[in-house]
């Protein structure tokens, strides 16, 4: 039967995130909004209480944390300010391919320090001639010996001014399409290696988000996960785990707006009454919370398909795109909600509105996740 209650320890996890957005982020929120510093002393700390790379296993030294716990814990940080939340998250998305497709002792050299210390790694796919298109990426891994030598630029990556290695997707052999992908790890203080400028984004401004050139950089074969084609499929399949954490922190940013707009809601006053008596500034508030648990839903039910260990991609991309579109109106009509004061940075939601975008276009746009979604519900109808 389905079960809509938290067990006591996702209440525990819940709580333990919602304490720390509330007492850690939310107050450095704006500041990071305004510079777009790092959130660095930020993420010390989410390290030192465990809410950071929650998901690694415990043989590994991690939490152990499921899909689903990673879920309430995006959704908390997200209300508080996701763009501190994604900072917080990048690892998830680096890690998830190694998780599925590395070697024991690859995880061993790669993932398990990450649970001694602060470390950061950064997921390395897009370029600036390919996104969507993931077979239109350029990067070559040319095997010479016991090397790979990597040529490439890489767009867009999340955390890579921070990361202390990259998840690499390369041609290995471009002929073979999607099948001739490969994936490696590439330390980012390899020679050869070169970082972009910290981009100056609309939203999420504490995320590092940064162009990669790679010249002539060699790896060693170990370096290399999974084996020779398998890239493309480890890649994809990280979005499995990630897209359900990643559509719960759009729900946690239309959270955050949604209780901002009610409270002001409550507060402002026009034609003699509070404006939530109008019925249509009301059943805004109405849709915004229709919206958002029908999101949290889905996400909850792609994390609990991924925890079955069943194959989610469905589950998760119609969750993402709804989440991620959800979050994006939500956003929207609190703005609408506060009128002038909305589109003015000393008031919450205009933020809020700039920082929900990204999701209907990070880890894969809202209309590539209606083309798995369709695909999925085309070819099961009959
Ligand atoms: C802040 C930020 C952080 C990011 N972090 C990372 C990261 O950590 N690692 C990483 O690898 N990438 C990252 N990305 C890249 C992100 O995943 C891509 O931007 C995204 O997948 C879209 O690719 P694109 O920008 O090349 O757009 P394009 O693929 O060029 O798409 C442009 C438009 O065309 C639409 N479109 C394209 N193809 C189709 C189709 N077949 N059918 C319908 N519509 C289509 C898209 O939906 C979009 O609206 C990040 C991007 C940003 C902005």
Sequence with gaps: MPDFVLTEEQRMVRDLARDFAQNEIAPRAAYHDQT?????????????????????????????????????????????????????????????????????????????????KLQFAAYAVTEPDAGSDVMGIKTTARKVGEEYVINGQKMWI??????????????????????????????????????????????????????ITFSEVKVPVENRIGAEGKGWMLAMAAFDHTRPPVAAAAVGVGRAAMEHAIRYSKERRAFGVAIHRHQAVAFMIADMAMGLDA????????????????????????????????????CTDAVQIYGGYGFNKEYPVEKLMRDAKIFQIYEGTSQIQRIIVSKGIISQTR
């Design 36 to 116: 777009g510093e790092f959130p660095r002393e930020i993420c010390e700390k989410a390290f030192r209480t465990g809410l950071l790379n929650p998901g690694l296993p415990e043989d590994l030294g991690g939490a152990g944390m499921s899909c689903f716990e990673e879920c309430l814990i995006a959704e908390e940080l997200a209300v508080a300010c996701s763009g501190i939340g994604t900072a917080m998250m990048v690892n998830t998305l680096a890690t998830a391919p190694l998780l599925v497709g590395a070697s024991d002792e690859q995880k061993r050299k790669w993932l398990a320090p990450m649970t001694e």
């Design 295 to 330: 999101a949290r839903l889905l996400v909850w039910r792609a994390a609990w398909t991924y925890d079955q260990g069943k194959k989610n991609s469905y589950e998760a991309a119609s969750a993402k795109a709804f989440a991620a579109d959800t979050g994006m109106r939500v």
């Design 158 to 211: 999340s955390g890579a001014g921070v990361a202390d290695w990259f998840f690499v997707l390369a041609y290995t052999k471009k002929e073979a399409g999607i099948r001739g992908m490969s994936a490696f790890v590439v330390p980012a203080d390899a020679e050869g290696v070169s970082i972009g400028k910290k981009e100056d984004n609309m939203g999420q401004r504490a995320s590092d988000t940064r162009g």
